[in-house]
């Protein structure tokens, strides 16, 4: 089955040559669909969308290098936090005897890789934003689905016997999560496609789609993430300039939404309105991440202990959890300065839709992954969620190169003569 995996790899790169937007849909249909439980067994160690990303950019910068440099030069800034977090990490892996390559992959250099596959992808084709945003937004609706199935009992949980292997799972376990890694990472993402909904046609189906995903977002129990999907809908419904009557109606039928899904299911109110009132040590292990984490990140800025580091000093403090804080823990795996350098590079990502941005809603969702993956463990933790996220964070652009748009502006040779 391996050899298969790897074989289907190697075919989607090669695909991808001449058109990265396909690489970078079978990216976000790994993620979604083949969580991290088996992505092990399935590519031999490595996160499979992670390893397509990989794959897809290694192919990439050896045939079209010079593309890329432009697209980095085209963002200087950005071009140089971004390498300082890479670099900084690069010097703890290897001062690190124990270093093992998959943590480090996918923690430090796919994330940055698949954001310059997304941004290659809106640059060389102006339908490819509106492409990869109709797809996450499929994808999420997949989701939903699914998850609200099993939530009913018809359907049963996929990948339950890897799941149960979890150290979270319980066998009364409740809360809604699809084929994702964790509920919280279904929460995140289904909150971030949410706001794509603004570039859908028409007003019921964008409608009926935010409801969907509002409705399995409170299954997931995530609170920062229904926060986000409320101010994802709110957006939706500004961004798409509803009429007064269709917008009242679209967020009454949200708020409802909310309320009967939390009615009918006696037993997820209870757990939501438990996690609301004692949150399993999440608050204190934020709290202990503040207190005790941020000075021993910072003891050593530029260099970390190691992929483990943080994992192994919430351990030592008694944590039930982990620091539920990926800067705090980045600091503590890769070292202060590349921790410093993450946060730079995530403001200055959402800084790019300034101008437009060519994933209609894209804006939003950048923005609803940068603040929601602040609320847990997320990008801190070695698997697909980290490339993920800076891929959704990558709709926050605007494409089409400035020499392609000037070829566009260029009158043809028949629209000369015309004019003459």
């Given at each position: 089955?391996?050899?298969?995996?790897?074989?289907?790899?190697?075919?989607?790169?090669?695909?991808?040559?001449?058109?990265?937007?396909?690489?970078?849909?079978?990216?976000?249909?790994?993620?979604?669909?083949?969580?991290?439980?088996?992505?092990?067994?399935?590519t031999?160690?490595?996160?499979?969308?992670?390893?397509?990303?990989?794959?897809?950019?290694?192919l990439?910068?050896?045939?079209?290098?010079?593309?890329?440099?432009?697209?980095?030069?085209?963002?200087?800034?950005?071009?140089?936090?971004?390498?300082?977090?890479?670099?900084?990490?690069a010097?703890?892996?290897?001062?690190d005897?124990?270093?093992?390559?998959?943590?480090?992959?996918?923690?430090?250099?796919?994330?940055?890789?698949?954001?310059?596959?997304?941004?290659?992808?809106?640059?060389?084709?102006?339908?490819?934003g509106?492409?990869?945003?109709?797809?996450?937004?499929?994808?999420?609706?997949?989701?939903?689905?699914?998850?609200?199935?099993?939530?009913?009992?018809?359907?049963?949980?996929p990948?339950?016997?890897?799941?149960?292997?979890?150290?979270?799972?319980?066998?009364?376990?409740?809360?809604?999560?699809?084929?994702?890694?964790?509920?919280?990472?279904?929460g995140?993402f289904?909150?971030?496609?949410?706001?794509?909904?603004?570039?859908?046609?028409?007003?019921?189906?964008?409608?009926?789609?935010?409801?969907?995903?509002?409705?399995?977002?409170?299954?997931?129990?995530?609170?920062?993430a229904?926060?986000?999907?409320l101010?994802?809908?709110?957006?939706?419904?500004?961004?798409?300039?509803?009429?007064?009557?269709?917008?009242?109606?679209v967020?009454?039928?949200?708020?409802?939404a909310?309320?009967?899904?939390?009615?009918v299911?006696?037993?997820?109110?209870?757990?939501?309105?438990?996690?609301?009132?004692?949150?399993?040590?999440?608050?204190?292990?934020?709290?202990?991440?503040?207190?005790?984490?941020?000075?021993?990140?910072?003891?050593?800025?530029?260099?970390?202990?190691?992929?483990?580091?943080?994992?192994?000093?919430?351990?030592?403090?008694?944590?039930?959890?982990?620091?539920?804080?990926p800067?705090?823990?980045i600091?503590?795996?890769?070292?202060?300065?590349?921790a410093?350098?993450?946060?730079?590079?995530?403001?200055?990502?959402?800084?790019?839709?300034?101008?437009?941005?060519?994933?209609?809603?894209g804006?939003?969702t950048?923005?609803?992954?940068?603040?929601?993956?602040?609320?847990?463990?997320?990008?801190?933790?070695?698997?697909?969620?980290?490339?993920?996220?800076?891929?959704?964070?990558?709709f926050?652009?605007?494409?089409?190169?400035?020499?392609?748009?000037?070829?566009?502006?260029?009158?043809?040779?028949?629209?000369?003569?015309?004019?003459?």
């Amino acid at each position: 089955m391996t050899a298969l995996v790897l074989v289907g790899v190697a075919v989607v790169a090669v695909l991808a040559v001449k058109r990265v937007v396909v690489g970078v849909l079978a990216a976000f249909v790994a993620f979604v669909f083949v969580p991290e439980a088996t992505s092990a067994a399935l590519t031999g160690g490595l996160n499979l969308g992670a390893l397509v990303v990989l794959a897809v950019a290694t192919l990439q910068l050896a045939t079209r290098l010079p593309q890329y440099l432009a697209d980095l030069t085209a963002a200087p800034a950005l071009s140089v936090v971004g390498s300082v977090f890479v670099a900084g990490a690069a010097v703890t892996a290897a001062a690190d005897s124990a270093a093992v390559a998959g943590p480090f992959l996918t923690t430090v250099v796919t994330p940055p890789l698949g954001y310059l596959l997304v941004q290659r992808a809106v640059k060389e084709d102006r339908r490819a934003g509106r492409l990869l945003g109709h797809t996450v937004l499929g994808l999420a609706t997949i989701e939903a689905g699914v998850s609200l199935a099993v939530q009913i009992g018809a359907l049963r949980q996929p990948y339950l016997d890897a799941f149960e292997e979890a150290y979270w799972w319980t066998p009364d376990f409740q809360r809604a999560l699809g084929t994702m890694d964790h509920p919280l990472t279904l929460g995140l993402f289904l909150a971030a496609a949410l706001p794509l909904a603004t570039g859908l046609r028409l007003d019921r189906t964008a409608g009926a789609v935010c409801l969907l995903l509002l409705c399995t977002i409170v299954a997931t129990q995530s609170r920062a993430a229904l926060v986000a999907g409320l101010l994802g809908l709110i957006g939706v419904v500004a961004r798409r300039r509803m009429p007064f009557l269709h917008g009242a109606a679209v967020l009454t039928a949200g708020a409802a939404a909310v309320m009967v899904i939390l009615a009918v299911s006696p037993s997820l109110l209870v757990d939501f309105a438990a996690k609301l009132a004692d949150d399993d040590g999440s608050a204190d292990a934020r709290f202990t991440g503040i207190t005790v984490g941020l000075p021993a990140a910072f003891a050593s800025p530029l260099l970390g202990g190691g992929a483990d580091e943080a994992t192994e000093t919430a351990r030592d403090l008694g944590l039930g959890t982990s620091f539920e804080n990926p800067l705090i823990m980045i600091a503590l795996d890769w070292g202060a300065l590349p921790a410093v350098a993450l946060v730079a590079s995530q403001v200055m990502m959402l800084l790019r839709a300034r101008s437009g941005t060519s994933v209609p809603g894209g804006a939003m969702t950048a923005a609803v992954v940068v603040v929601c993956a602040e609320t847990f463990s997320s990008i801190a933790v070695p698997g697909g969620l980290p490339t993920l996220a800076c891929m959704l964070a990558g709709f926050a652009i605007e494409g089409v190169d400035s020499t392609a748009r000037q070829q566009e502006c260029r009158p043809s040779a028949d629209e000369l003569r015309a004019i003459r």
